[in-house]
C-alpha cells in the first residue's frame, strides 16, 4: 500500500460456475488512479462472520491498525457495517453512491431526483451541498428525510476527510475488477484462483518496467517538472466575505473600427444589358490551332454586337463553345481589352468595341474579334 492511495473498497460477488459461493474482493487505487487488487477470498455467504474474519487477516497484513488514515467504499451490507465497526472504529467507512441513487429512484420514480442527487453527492463544498439539498427538500420532504437518513458524511464529496487523494463517490473499482473477472468466476476455485494470480502477475510485471520502454518525455520526472509552480488556491465566490466596496464597473463600451472595403466598387451602369454576340457555323471561318496544344477556335470576320450600354463598358458575350462568358475589362498585356474566356478554359480571346451605330431601339457596337490568343 505504499504506493497506492489510502482508500480501499470491498465488495462480494457470486461464483457462477458449479461451485457455488461468493468472492470477497478487497481493491485499491494506486497512484495514478488505476484498480490495485490486494487480497481476494471464497466464502460460503456474505455475512457478518465471514466479514470479520476477512478484515481481521487484512488489518494484520497491511498493518491498518484502528484504521487511522485510511478510508473504506462499500456497499454498506449490514453484516460489514458491523465487523467494521468492532474491528476498526476510526477508518473512515463511506457508502457508494450508485447504490443509493437506485434505492432512491425505487422508492421516488422521478427523474429530477436522480440528477438533484448526483449535484448532491458530488458538490465539494458543504454551502454547495445544503443548496441542492434544500431544493430537494422544497420538492419531496421524504425524499429529502430518506437522505439524510443515510447519512450524507458517508456519500457526500464535501465531507469525505483529507488525505486519501481520491475524490470518487462510487465503489467503481470494485466492480471494475469484478467485471475484469466475471468469467474467471465461472470456472472451478483452484483453477479461478490460478486466473486471477497469474492476471495479476502479468499486470505487476507490466506495471514495474513500463517505463524502460518509454521516452523520458513521458516519464513522472519529466512531468513534475512542467508543475513545479502552483496558484493558490481560494475559495469560491459564494464563499467570499461581504464588503462595503463599490462592486466593480464592466468595461466602456465602444465601436469597433469600421473595415475598410477592398473590392472593387461596381458602377451604376454595371451589367445592365443582356448583351448576345453572333454565334459562327461552321461555314464561317476555317479552324485554327491555338498555341500548339490542340485546342480549336472558330475564327471570323469583324461582326456587330447588340448591347443597351455605351462604349467603353463591360461587355457579357456568348463564346463558340456555346457557354455565356463574363467581359470583365481586364487590361491584358498593357492593351484595354474585354476578355472572353472558353470552356475548356485555357483559350482566351480579346474583344475590343471600335464604335458605335445608332439603330432602332438599340445601339450597335462595331467589334473586332482580333487574332490575338493566349494560352493560361
Known amino acids: 500500500m505504499e504506493g497506492c492511495r489510502r482508500i480501499i473498497g470491498l465488495d462480494g460477488c457470486f461464483l457462477k460456475g458449479i461451485c457455488k459461493g461468493e468472492l470477497l474482493c478487497v481493491v485499491g487505487r494506486d497512484a495514478n488512479d488505476k484498480i490495485y487488487p490486494i487480497a481476494w477470498v471464497v466464502v460460503c455467504v456474505e455475512n457478518k462472520q465471514n466479514w470479520k474474519w476477512f478484515l481481521e487477516l487484512l488489518i494484520e497484513d497491511m498493518h491498518l491498525n484502528l484504521g487511522n488514515g485510511f478510508s473504506l467504499m462499500s456497499d454498506q451490507h449490514k453484516g460489514l457495517i458491523d465487523a467494521v465497526k468492532e474491528l476498526l472504529p476510526y477508518v473512515e467507512h463511506m457508502q457508494c453512491a450508485g447504490h443509493i441513487c437506485q434505492n432512491l429512484q425505487k422508492r421516488f420514480n422521478a427523474a429530477i431526483?436522480?440528477?438533484?442527487?448526483?449535484?448532491?453527492?458530488?458538490?465539494?463544498?458543504?454551502?454547495?451541498?445544503?443548496?441542492?439539498?434544500?431544493?430537494?427538500?422544497?420538492?419531496?420532504?421524504?425524499?429529502?428525510?430518506?437522505?439524510?437518513?443515510?447519512?450524507?458524511?458517508?456519500?457526500?464529496?464535501?465531507?469525505?476527510?483529507?488525505?486519501?487523494c481520491c475524490d470518487a463517490v462510487k465503489n467503481g473499482f470494485s466492480e471494475s475488477f469484478n467485471l475484469v473477472i466475471v468469467n474467471t468466476r465461472k470456472k472451478p476455485i483452484i483453477t479461478m484462483f490460478e486466473e486471477i494470480r497469474f492476471y495479476m502477475m502479468v499486470k505487476l510485471?507490466?506495471?514495474?518496467?513500463?517505463?524502460?520502454?518509454?521516452?523520458?518525455?513521458?516519464?513522472?520526472?519529466?512531468?513534475?517538472?512542467?508543475?513545479?509552480?502552483?496558484?493558490?488556491?481560494?475559495?469560491?465566490?459564494?464563499?467570499?466575505?461581504?464588503?462595503?466596496?463599490?462592486?466593480?464597473?464592466?468595461?466602456?463600451?465602444?465601436?469597433?473600427?469600421?473595415?475598410?472595403?477592398?473590392?472593387?466598387?461596381?458602377?451604376?451602369?454595371?451589367?445592365?444589358?443582356?448583351?448576345?454576340?453572333?454565334?459562327?457555323t461552321s461555314n464561317d471561318s476555317e479552324s485554327s490551332s491555338v498555341g500548339g496544344y490542340g485546342q480549336y477556335m472558330q475564327v471570323t470576320p469583324p461582326r456587330s454586337y447588340e448591347v443597351e450600354d455605351f462604349v467603353g463598358e463591360d461587355v457579357e458575350v456568348e463564346n463558340v463553345e456555346g457557354d455565356k462568358g463574363q467581359a470583365n475589362g481586364v487590361v491584358e498585356d498593357g492593351q484595354g481589352q474585354a476578355n472572353d474566356v472558353f470552356e475548356d478554359g485555357q483559350s482566351l480571346v480579346s474583344v475590343v468595341v471600335e464604335e458605335a451605330v445608332e439603330v432602332p431601339n438599340v445601339q450597335q457596337f462595331k467589334c473586332n474579334m482580333l487574332d490575338q490568343f493566349q494560352i493560361f
Request: net charge positive; glycine share 2%.
Open 113 to 164: 431526483y436522480h440528477t438533484l442527487f448526483w449535484r448532491a453527492s458530488k458538490a465539494t463544498t458543504k454551502n454547495a451541498f445544503k443548496f441542492v439539498i434544500k431544493e430537494i427538500e422544497t420538492l419531496n420532504p421524504d425524499a429529502h428525510q430518506y437522505l439524510i437518513d443515510k447519512v450524507p458524511k458517508t456519500w457526500c464529496r464535501a465531507f469525505f476527510q483529507p488525505g486519501r
Open 205 to 280: 510485471y507490466n506495471m514495474r518496467d513500463v517505463e524502460a520502454y518509454m521516452n523520458n518525455m513521458y516519464n513522472t520526472t519529466t512531468f513534475i517538472k512542467a508543475y513545479n509552480y502552483r496558484i493558490a488556491p481560494m475559495n469560491e465566490s459564494d464563499m467570499w466575505p461581504q464588503t462595503n466596496y463599490d462592486p466593480p464597473l464592466p468595461p466602456i463600451s465602444r465601436r469597433m473600427p469600421v473595415r475598410l472595403a477592398t473590392s472593387r466598387k461596381k458602377s451604376t451602369t454595371w451589367n445592365k444589358g443582356k448583351h448576345k454576340v453572333y454565334k459562327p
